[in-house]
């Protein structure tokens, strides 16, 4: 399980973790196996420095929404090294390993990538036959099966078939579950030979309730905010309606092309298509100073939540989405004298088009007045007086957008066009250096209208952006590499086309991009004879022209501040001893804002991103080869807690999670394992956002049973 000798999954990246001038933390097949892992989510918590988000403003958005160190990478989750542009919760069935590259990489990606990008490499046919299967059960209802199946057809061909169904309720929470399923068959053609071809389609039905957590209280005489369960309110409250539900569809269908001109040139082209529907109703709780001051009052029953919000959101829509992307690349590998060379260079088109059309609530309150609440302690999914409308119906009550009005219907698309090159020029067999850029024009529109906005809005912008990068290698022998890593990266207004409801800015208002610089040192080490594998790198993060999203309505201002994250990170993985495995990471952060308009805010923390976090996790195996061996495993999950704000005046505590696992492998084929979660039962925090938190999953425990021949 040493991580230096994985891939990174793509050919823009063609080295493993070992050869890569950046910070890469790997979650691999074995780790997920061993820890029973379900989703994307549950595969980053082994990666320091990833906190997730719940949705935000106007658009309510849920799904996967990850910050790394700090910074948003919403639209940062890759596949193969194609975008995933949909808004979804991510099932692993499909997951070979995860692959989390920290820092700007523009120069590879494309816009974006602030904190860095999450890459999952999915499972591929290959020669040789294999066939799996597994089934799990246990807490919070939990039923969960997979299916993976491999054949060899002919000399190079193989297809590949990888299933999933799985239902389950959420311990610890009421009312919130997920009933999904999903399907990858892929087939590759000429699998060992110059010219490959792999075709994968892969479909995921998701019907879960979406949970927005707790809200924050402040105690009188204290000025800092903190979630209300860390004052009684219990863990299990859910404060949505019988309305709420986030329903997707994913498909997307993949082509990797790979061509071995000769020895010396290689082609890519990876091509992508998507289409991405959604339902999305949910319940975003506030408690205002009123609610708060009766909570901590002689009469805590008398505090109450708002449903829809400080400012009337979120509100129901449907989202219809499709994009496409297609990725050429050449990868050369030649001498100039006593000179060697390694370059990449090629082209990205991708385009995004998002549909949406809005829902609105009739309110029979009081006075006429929108008023959807309940209670702070005993919350009910029961709304006496909510109606939710049909397409049109109760169009006044639409939730007014800064700018755009109550709109009806709301259209975002983009097209992106890009280049990239770089070269790897070694000048002696232990010294490299590495520089390359890429080229984008990133053309984007926005439109609302219907509703109370007849007439229409309309936005655009069509913006160059240039995003450089440059590395320096030591590496005295095969098993040590020392390097410098400098580069930056580009967030034009707009990006988030799917994963945000912000209209853009006419250009009179001088909305500049956000702009990060990096500047990195590390070495890697392969030790024991490359059982082991050590890394450690310090940074330094710089973040300018950051955009500030108001956490009820989505608007998006214009700040000018400067951010800043300095660090350093850890990491060890391998076998320590014969049968004996360890995986764990340290990440130390000094987040900071270094500038801001608001001049209280210089100084304070960046929110969500905490000063130490660390995973952990081993597994030892007794007596492997005879019919009586057992493994087991365990570990933990630490982060300290974080601000929710620019202001440091909400916080949210420390996650410390302990887990464990222990299985039998018997009849050659077959296994089982028990994995416990959260051992201790302790009350942690999962997703994050500006006024309110999730509660985590408590004490539970899942029951394993495989086979793979």
């Known amino acids: 399980m040493n991580i230096l000798h994985e891939d990174l999954g793509f050919s823009r990246m063609p080295q493993d973790v070992m050869h890569t001038a950046q910070t890469v933390n790997v979650v691999p097949k074995l780790l997920m196996e061993q820890q029973n892992v379900k989703s994307l989510d549950e595969a980053l918590r ?20 990850f910050l790394i160190r700090g910074f948003q990478a919403q639209n940062d ?15 692993s069935f499909d997951y070979d390993h995860v692959t989390v590259i920290k820092g700007p990489s523009s120069e590879v990606f494309g816009n974006g990538t602030t904190g860095g990008a999450i890459n999952n490499v999915t499972k591929t046919p290959h020669l040789g036959n294999s066939y799996g299967g597994q089934f799990s059960g246990g807490s919070g209802q939990y039923y969960r099966g997979t299916l993976d199946v491999n054949q060899q057809i002919g000399e190079s061909t193989a297809v590949r078939i990888v299933g999933m169904g799985n239902e389950n309720n959420e311990v610890g929470r009421d009312y919130v579950y997920s009933h999904r399923w999903g399907i990858a068959p892929s087939i590759a053609f000429g699998l060992g030979k110059p010219t490959t071809l792999t075709l994968e389609y892969f479909h995921q039905t998701d019907n879960r309730i979406p949970d927005y957590g707790v809200p924050l209280l402040t105690k009188p005489g204290t000025s800092i905010a903190r979630p209300a369960t860390e004052f009684g309110v219990s863990r299990k409250n859910w404060y949505g309606t019988s309305y709420d539900q986030d329903d997707s569809n994913v498909d997307m269908l993949t ?3 790979k061509h071995e001109l000769n020895s010396h040139i290689s082609f890519y082209d ?10 999305f109703s949910a319940s975003q709780e506030a408690c205002d100073s009123t609610c708060n001051a009766e909570f901590f009052s002689s009469n805590p029953e008398a505090a109450v939540v708002d449903r829809r919000g400080s400012k009337g959101g979120p509100e129901p829509y449907q989202q219809d989405d499709w994009s496409v992307q297609n990725v050429f690349s050449t990868i050369a590998k030649f001498n100039t004298g006593s000179v060697k060379h390694q370059i990449i260079a090629g082209w990205d088109v991708e385009h995004i088009y998002d549909r949406r059309t809005n829902y609105a609530y009739n309110y029979n309150g009081l006075n006429g007045t929108k008023t959807d609440t309940t209670s702070l302690l005993h919350p009910s999914a029961n709304a006496p007086g909510l109606l939710l409308g049909g397409v049109g119906q109760y169009a006044s009550n639409l939730v007014d957008i800064s700018g755009v009005g109550s709109a009806l219907y709301k259209t975002g698309s983009a097209t992106d066009v890009g280049a990239f090159f770089s070269d790897q020029v070694w000048f002696t067999p232990w010294f490299s250096a590495t520089a390359g850029f890429r080229w984008d024009n990133w053309n984007s529109h926005y439109a609302a209208n219907g ?8 936005y655009g912008q069509n913006q160059g952006t240039f995003n450089p990068t440059v590395h320096l290698m030591y590496t005295p022998n095969e098993n040590v590499m020392v390097y410098f890593n400098w580069s930056q990266s580009t967030t034009p207004l707009g990006l988030y086309v799917t994963n945000s409801s912000e209209p853009l800015k006419s250009s009179t208002q001088g909305f500049k991009p956000e702009r990060s610089s990096l500047y990195e040192i590390g070495a890697k080490y392969n030790a024991f004879r490359g059982r082991m594998g050590f890394t450690v790198s310090a940074f330094r993060l710089e973040k300018g022209n950051a955009m500030l999203t108001d956490p009820s309505t989505g608007d998006v201002t ?9 660090g350093f990170e850890l990491s060890a993985s391998g076998e320590i001893l014969k049968n004996w495995n360890v995986i764990a990471t340290y990440a130390y952060y000094d987040a900071t804002t270094v500038a801001s308009l608001t001049a209280a805010d210089v100084g304070k923390r960046i929110q969500y991103a905490p000063k130490n976090s660390a995973t952990f996790w081993t597994t030892y195996t007794i007596a492997p080869a005879s019919p009586w061996n057992v493994t087991f495993g365990g570990g933990l999950t630490w982060r300290n807690g974080v601000w929710l704000d620019a202001a440091n005046t909400e916080r949210v505590p420390s996650t410390v999670e302990w887990d464990a696992m222990i299985s039998h492998s018997f009849l050659k084929h077959w296994k089982v394992a028990m994995n416990g979660y959260n051992l201790s039962n302790r009350l942690n925090y999962s997703s994050l956002f500006s006024d309110r938190v999730t509660p985590a999953i408590g004490r539970s425990f899942l029951f394993n049973i495989s086979a793979s021949y």
Do not use: C, K, W
Not at 46 to 65: H, K, L, R
Not at 270 to 277: I, K, P, Q, S
């Open 255 to 257: 082509a990797h092309l």
């Open 77 to 91: 989750i890759y596949e193969d090294g194609l975008r995933d542009f949909g808004v979804y919760n991510r099932d």
């Open 451 to 458: 509703g109370a906005v007849a007439q229409g809005v309309s």
């Open 270 to 279: 990876d091509l992508r298509g998507g289409m991405y529907e959604r339902y």
């Open 46 to 65: 082994n990666v320091p420095g990833i906190t997730a988000s719940v949705g935000e403003g106007e658009g309510g958005m849920s799904g996967d929404q």
């Open 558 to 566: 214009s700040s000018s501040d400067r951010q800043r994250n300095q």
